[in-house]
Every structure is written in structure tokens, then in C-alpha cells.
């Protein structure tokens, strides 16, 4: 079996979650199938490795809206398919390539929900008319797929929602996985000593407790949520923010306004805005006593996999997948939350959920005995539901019954 994995991101070009997901599901479905998979941001150099492919914007549409420079590279993408079993899309940036591929080669098309435009408005500060565009192609893949894969039963919920012309049955839910040999807590002496000289020039304090947020800069993470809550934190709590990427200049002067609002109240304040590789984000998290996720929109939230597999205990809103990876008051505390139904997800009441948000926070900060024995939980509940092999292997029989039906 061939399968062609189309995404927007791909190693070394890999800014969200998505990107996370297409990397190590493909290396694990290598092992079973032939795997390709075409990706934005250009051909890729002699090192790149086998069966991978880039693609560059035409030049053409180099200067146009976002929304069309996607479209130009998901027409050449879908050219080159010819020849695979079935094509895998992720994101509404790679599924208008996967539905087109289908259509000219008459294969199926299958594509991983990892988050719905229509649950997304504020995607028009970034893409304005294009904004539209992003959410026809989503629509027509959508309602043109022979399998749909939703990370979590919460995201197939909000796609029979949003697309109501989408037969039920072909709605498969698997889980996001996790690399568990890559994200483990630092054990020996060596592996300590490094990941503390890597946190102190970081400038994080690791005898200090510390609550920590790891997410691109964007209205669905809810950082500005959290950065409120972290005023109300106890004095002696480190705040450290691992926050890049913003969608929008907009929302970019926003979080800057508030950091600096909170650092001139309370000191313990670390934004790293770089993206850190893999070994220094797992020390920073491991020097951390508790994991924020604040996010008013998360099909599931890689990242709190992440952290659990460090060992960090997770406070995160009770909303979209999230309550399917937290087991609230096992691995971590769930903040309830009541949303608007227009599709932003904002809190009807934002001063109580900053309130509970700040409420959990503390509760956990505050209490390293407790918050070390749910991170113990944490990380036991990713090796038993949210291995990688598995996952593959859910994936895999999806593309089985897909192939089959």
C-alpha cells in the first residue's frame, strides 16, 4: 500500500501541532506501508530524507492573499499523487490537494481534522477575504472524503456540527499520539546537570516553582486568559511562557502589553519566543511544577501530551478534546468553562474563568507533593492510551476499511 501524506508542515519547518502529528505518524506507518509525503515550504535539500517532498509558492502567486499562495501549492501537489493507494490530508492547507487528488486519480481521499475553520473566526485578522476561501476548501474536502479521522470524539462532534452534509459513518476518531523515548523527564546525573544549565540560561530559577505555557500566539490558546490568571498567582511562582509564532500584529501587541504589565507586578516572569528544540523544551518543562493550557479552542492539544510525558500535571480548560487526555483530578484539574456558541468559543464570563483558571493554578503550584503525584498519573496514562504505535496502528485501519468499503 502507498499512502501520500500532504501537509503544510514538516520537519524542519514545524510550528504547530499538526506539523508534530505528520512526523511521527509517517515514521511510524514506514514500517507497515509506503509512505511519500509532500509538504509547503519549498524543495527540500540532499539531506532531506527519502520520499519526502517540498513545495515553494509559484512565483506567480507569491504577492497574492495567503489563501490563494495555498492553492497553488496544493494544484502541483495534487499533480504529482499519481501512483498512490489512498492520499492523507492534514489541515484546510493540504485538503483541497487531497480532495482534487482524488478526483484526477481516482483514489481515496482520507483527512485528519486537527482543528475547523468555522470554529476559528478570528483567522480573519490573518487572512481577511482569504479567510473564505480556507473555509470552502475545508467544507468541500470535507463533504468529498471517504474517511475523516477526528483526534478526539470532541472534534468529531464539532464536524458533524459545522458540516452536517457528512455522513457519521465515515467519521473515525484516533487520538493524537506521543513520542514517549522523546519526551521523558531528564533521570541521570548527566542528563540533570545538562538540563539545569539549559534552564538557568534560559533564566528560569528550577528551586523556585514555576507554571508553564507552551503555544503559538494565537486567539484559540488563550494566552491573554492566562496571563491575567498568572497576576493572581502566589509571589513566589515563576511564570514561564514559551510563546511564538502570533497569527497576527495585532494579537502579537497584545501579549506584549500584557507580559509587561504582568512583569511590572511580579518578577519570575520568562518568555522565550524562539522556538526551542525538542531537548531543551523537555528541560524546561521538567523544571516546571505545573503545565497551563487556557485554550478556548483545542481538538485535543499536543501539547499537553508533551507535558505529561515529562511528568507535569496538566490545569487545562474543560473544552474541546482536552477532557479526553486529563483526567481531572488524576492527571492534573480540569477549569470549567461556559463558551459562546458563534464559533469563537469566548467565555460568557471571562473574569470567572481567569478567576477558576487562577484558582486551579495555584491549588497545584502550590502543592509540589500533590502536583509530582499527578504528573507520576500523567505520564503513565500516555504510555497506556497515547503511544505512537498504536495510534499508527488506528490509523492504519482506517485506511483498511477506507480501501475495503
Known amino acids: 500500500m502507498r499512502v501520500d501524506l500532504l501537509t503544510r508542515e514538516y520537519p524542519p519547518f514545524v510550528y504547530g501541532g499538526a506539523g508534530v502529528h505528520v512526523a511521527e505518524l509517517s515514521a511510524v506507518l514506514r514500517r507497515s506501508i509506503d509512505v511519500r509525503v509532500r509538504c509547503f515550504d519549498g524543495p527540500r535539500g540532499p539531506e532531506a530524507e527519502a520520499g519526502v517532498t517540498g513545495y515553494a509558492v509559484p512565483a506567480e502567486l507569491a504577492s497574492a492573499?495567503?489563501?490563494?499562495?495555498?492553492?497553488?501549492?496544493?494544484?502541483?501537489?495534487?499533480?504529482?499523487?499519481?501512483?498512490?493507494?489512498?492520499?492523507?490530508?492534514?489541515?484546510?492547507?493540504?485538503?483541497?490537494?487531497?480532495h482534487l487528488a482524488s478526483l484526477l486519480h481516482g483514489v481515496p481521499h482520507i483527512l485528519s481534522a486537527h482543528s475547523l475553520e468555522p470554529l476559528r473566526p478570528w483567522k480573519a485578522?490573518?487572512?481577511?477575504?482569504?479567510?473564505?476561501?480556507?473555509?470552502?476548501?475545508?467544507?468541500?474536502?470535507?463533504?468529498?472524503?471517504?474517511?475523516?479521522?477526528?483526534v478526539s470524539a470532541g472534534m468529531r462532534a464539532d464536524i458533524l456540527r459545522c458540516y452536517p452534509q457528512v455522513?457519521?459513518?465515515?467519521?473515525?476518531?484516533?487520538?493524537?499520539?506521543?513520542?514517549?523515548?522523546?519526551?521523558?523527564?531528564?533521570?541521570?546525573?548527566?542528563?540533570?546537570?545538562?538540563?539545569?544549565?539549559?534552564?538557568?540560561?534560559?533564566?528560569?530559577?528550577?528551586?523556585?516553582?514555576?507554571?508553564?505555557?507552551?503555544?503559538?500566539?494565537?486567539r484559540q490558546k488563550g494566552l491573554p486568559y492566562f496571563l491575567r490568571a498568572a497576576e493572581r498567582l502566589p509571589a513566589d511562582v515563576q511564570v514561564i511562557l514559551c510563546a511564538g509564532a502570533p497569527d497576527t500584529p495585532?494579537?502579537?501587541?497584545?501579549?506584549?502589553?500584557?507580559?509587561?504589565?504582568?512583569?511590572?507586578?511580579?518578577?519570575?516572569?520568562?518568555?522565550?519566543?524562539?522556538?526551542?528544540?525538542?531537548?531543551?523544551?523537555?528541560?524546561?518543562?521538567?523544571?516546571?511544577?505545573?503545565?497551563?493550557?487556557?485554550?478556548?479552542?483545542?481538538?485535543?492539544?499536543?501539547?499537553?501530551?508533551?507535558?505529561?510525558?515529562?511528568?507535569l500535571p496538566v490545569v487545562g480548560t474543560a473544552t474541546g478534546g482536552i477532557p479526553e487526555v486529563v483526567a481531572d483530578g488524576v492527571t492534573g484539574l480540569l477549569v470549567p468553562i461556559a463558551q459562546a456558541q458563534d464559533g469563537t468559543g469566548t467565555p460568557l464570563d471571562p473574569e470567572a474563568f481567569v478567576a477558576d483558571l487562577a484558582a486551579s493554578l495555584t491549588e497545584l503550584a502550590g502543592d509540589p507533593v500533590r502536583a509530582a503525584a499527578m504528573g507520576v498519573a500523567a505520564r503513565t496514562r500516555v504510555e497506556d492510551h497515547f503511544a505512537w504505535d498504536a495510534i499508527a496502528e488506528r490509523t492504519l485501519a482506517v485506511y483498511r476499511t477506507v480501501l475495503a468499503g
Open 250 to 311: 495585532e494579537i502579537a501587541a497584545e501579549v506584549e502589553g500584557l507580559v509587561a504589565a504582568l512583569a511590572a507586578k511580579r518578577d519570575g516572569v520568562v518568555w522565550i519566543s524562539q522556538m526551542l528544540p525538542r531537548h531543551e523544551l523537555v528541560a524546561v518543562l521538567a523544571s516546571a511544577t505545573v503545565f497551563a493550557c487556557p485554550s478556548i479552542y483545542e481538538p485535543l492539544g499536543i501539547v499537553n501530551l508533551e507535558a505529561m510525558a515529562v511528568g
Open 167 to 218: 455522513d457519521p459513518a465515515r467519521v473515525h476518531v484516533v487520538h493524537n499520539g506521543i513520542d514517549l523515548a522523546g519526551w521523558k523527564r531528564p533521570a541521570d546525573d548527566e542528563a540533570l546537570a545538562a538540563a539545569d544549565a539549559i534552564v538557568r540560561g534560559l533564566g528560569i530559577d528550577p528551586d523556585r516553582p514555576a507554571v508553564v505555557f507552551v503555544g503559538r500566539i494565537t
Open 125 to 150: 485578522e490573518q487572512l481577511g477575504g482569504g479567510y473564505a476561501l480556507s473555509g470552502w476548501a475545508e467544507r468541500t474536502a470535507y463533504e468529498g472524503a471517504a474517511g475523516i479521522i477526528a
Open 65 to 98: 492573499n495567503a489563501a490563494l499562495a495555498t492553492f497553488g501549492v496544493d494544484l502541483a501537489m495534487a499533480n504529482d499523487v499519481a501512483g498512490a493507494d489512498l492520499v492523507h490530508s492534514h489541515t484546510w492547507y493540504a485538503n483541497l490537494a487531497g
